[in-house]
């Protein structure tokens, strides 16, 4: 006779999913404060940034509809980059931009769902929120990138001097990991009011995340009396 019980989601017991999307995010967040003073730094800084998008492209490779919508978005991803990097128009840069943001959130949300679903938590499940939450900082630095694009100066850079955009860019990724965590130490502030919003946005995203996904994953492990 049937349980009743709906049996657990599968999941990759063996913690190796998300290897190559954190290997990808450690990589950037140590090159990308070095970047800035090199002088192919925007050609690396898209190549690292791609590895990103496609290492998280990959942890969606056992569910066919969203792999198909991811490896699209990231076709669409590299070729505006290519023609940014080619061109150096302005249409592209924001194009890509936009892209790059539109992939990073639906990779995020995506992860985000496989995780809150299951009824057993393995190494994989919290290595898959570490990158989740990593995520978020990387899609809402996009959306101020995006932001300082459309509308310049969105940003006040008080205790900076920015000579291009690579160092526009991580200055405004350093804000967003900053807001993200509340830390706040003010030296980059958000002057527009879509800067505004989208900065409130993204700390309630940051204590949301922290205070009910992270507890819900301890809870259960606790009530499972699951040893990792």
Not at 51 to 74: C, F, M, P, Q
Not at 148 to 160: I, K, Q, R, V
Not at 184 to 195: F, K, L, T
Request: with cysteine; charged share 15%.
């Amino acid at each position: 006779m049937a349980s009743g019980i709906a049996p657990d989601r599968p999941v990759d017991v063996s913690g190796r999913r998300f290897y190559p999307l954190l290997t990808a995010i450690v990589l950037l967040f140590v090159l990308f404060p070095f970047l800035v003073d090199w002088r192919i730094n925007e050609l690396l800084l898209t190549f690292l940034s791609v590895g990103v998008l496609l290492a998280g492209v990959y942890t969606l490779h056992r569910e066919k509809g969203y792999l198909v919508v991811s490896s699209a978005l990231a076709v669409v991803v590299i070729v505006f980059e290519a023609l940014d990097l080619t061109t150096g128009a302005m249409t592209w840069t924001v194009l890509s931009q936009m892209a790059s943001l539109l992939l990073s959130a639906f990779i995020a949300i995506t992860i985000f769902l496989d995780v809150i679903r299951v009824r057993r938590v393995f190494p994989d499940t919290l290595l898959g929120a570490i990158c989740v939450y990593f995520l978020i900082g990387f899609t809402f630095g996009d959306a101020y990138v995006l932001i300082n694009l459309l509308h310049p100066g969105s940003f006040d850079l008080t205790l900076e001097t920015v000579n291009d955009n690579t160092e526009l860019t991580f200055e405004l990724f350093y804000f967003s990991f900053a807001t993200l965590t509340t830390t706040g130490y003010g030296d980059v502030i958000a002057v527009s009011r879509p800067a505004k919003m989208v900065s409130t946005l993204e700390t309630v995203a940051g204590v949301f995340y922290l205070a009910v996904l992270v507890s819900r994953l301890v809870t259960r492990m606790a009530q499972k009396g699951e040893m990792l």
